[in-house]
C-alpha cells in the first residue's frame, strides 16, 4: 500500500471494508472482472485489492508468466474502476515475485494495515478453489481471520462448500447476530462469515486465453482492451 492510500484511507472515518483477490492472473480476465464488480456492488467495497500470486522457486517449471508480466496486466485491468488496487503484497522485497507466500500471511499483513474499528477484510474466492482450502497453510486460521465472499461456479452444490469447514470453527446456534446482510450465506463461523456470490461465474478461464493466444486466436472481449494490448506487444502466451 503506498503512503498516499494509506492517508486517504486514514482519512475515512466510518468503519473500511477492504476486499482481497488473489490468483495467478495468467492473465487477469473478464471472469474476474464480472466476480469483483458483483462483489462491489454487492459490498461496497472501499478498496478490493488484487494480489497476483508469487511464483516460488520449486515451481518455477511450472507454466506462469514471470510476475512482472502478471502484475503489469493487473494494474491495466485496474484502471478501469476507482476501488480496484493492484497489490504487490506478494511480490517480495526484492520485487521479484519469486519468494514464497501463504494466503494467511498476507491476510494478516491486511488486517496490520486496516485495523481501525470496525474494519473488514473480505477474501475473495472462486467455488472450486475454495474447495481446495484444506489444502493450505492454516487453513483453519485464515477462515477465522476474514470473511470470505465464495464466486459460486456451475455444478458446486452450497452443501460442497459447507463441507469443506470445519464443523468446530462454527458459530453455535444463537450465538451469532444476524448481520442483517441480504447476501446468501454459506456458513457463520465463530468471528466470521462466509458468504456465497451466484450467478456470476462465467466460462473465461486463463488457461483458454493461454491457449488461444498460442494457436493466435483472438482474445477480444475475454481480456479487457488494455490488457490484451499489453499481451500483443509483449507476445505473451505464444
Ligand atoms: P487457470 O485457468 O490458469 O487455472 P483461472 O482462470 O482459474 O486460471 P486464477 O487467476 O487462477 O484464474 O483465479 C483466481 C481466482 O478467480 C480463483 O479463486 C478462481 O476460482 C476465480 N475465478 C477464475 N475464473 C473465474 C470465473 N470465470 N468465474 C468465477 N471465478 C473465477
Redesign the pocket.
Given at each position: 500500500m503506498t503512503t498516499a492510500q494509506a492517508h486517504r484511507t486514514a482519512a475515512k472515518h466510518h468503519p473500511r471494508r477492504i476486499a482481497l483477490?488473489?490468483?495467478?492472473?495468467?492473465p487477469?480476465?473478464?471472469?474476474?472482472l464480472?466476480?469483483a464488480r458483483a462483489a462491489d456492488r454487492r459490498f461496497n467495497f472501499d478498496e478490493m485489492h488484487f494480489i497476483p500470486?508469487s511464483r516460488p522457486p520449486h515451481k518455477l517449471k511450472q507454466h506462469l508468466a514471470p510476475f512482472p508480466h502478471r502484475f503489469a496486466m493487473v494494474a491495466l485491468a485496474c484502471t478501469e474502476h476507482p476501488h480496484f488496487v493492484p497489490s504487490l503484497a506478494e511480490a517480495g522485497e526484492d520485487f521479484s515475485g519469486t519468494q514464497l507466500h501463504y494466503s494467511v500471511d498476507t491476510v494478516r499483513y491486511f488486517r496490520h494495515v486496516y485495523h481501525g474499528h470496525g474494519d473488514r477484510i473480505y477474501f475473495?474466492?472462486?467455488?472450486?478453489?475454495?474447495l481446495d482450502i484444506p489444502m493450505w497453510k492454516e487453513y483453519e486460521t485464515l477462515l477465522g481471520l476474514s470473511d470470505f465472499i465464495i464466486?459460486?461456479?456451475p455444478g458446486i452444490r452450497t452443501e460442497a462448500l459447507r463441507l469443506v469447514i470445519p464443523p468446530e470453527l462454527m458459530a453455535r446456534p444463537g450465538t451469532k447476530k444476524e448481520n442483517g446482510h441480504p447476501s446468501q450465506v454459506v456458513a457463520e463461523l465463530q468471528r466470521t462469515t462466509v458468504y456465497l456470490l451466484e450467478n456470476?461465474?462465467?466460462?473465461?478461464?486463463?488457461?483458454?486465453?493461454?491457449r488461444r493466444s498460442n494457436r493466435g486466436q483472438s482474445i477480444h472481449g475475454l481480456v479487457s482492451s488494455r490488457v490484451e494490448e499489453y499481451i500483443l506487444k509483449q507476445g505473451l502466451y505464444r
Open positions: 483477490f488473489g490468483g495467478s492472473f495468467d487477469i480476465h473478464s471472469g474476474h464480472v466476480v500470486a475473495i474466492i472462486g467455488a472450486d478453489a475454495f464466486a459460486n461456479r456470476v461465474a462465467n466460462d473465461v478461464s486463463a488457461t483458454d486465453i493461454r
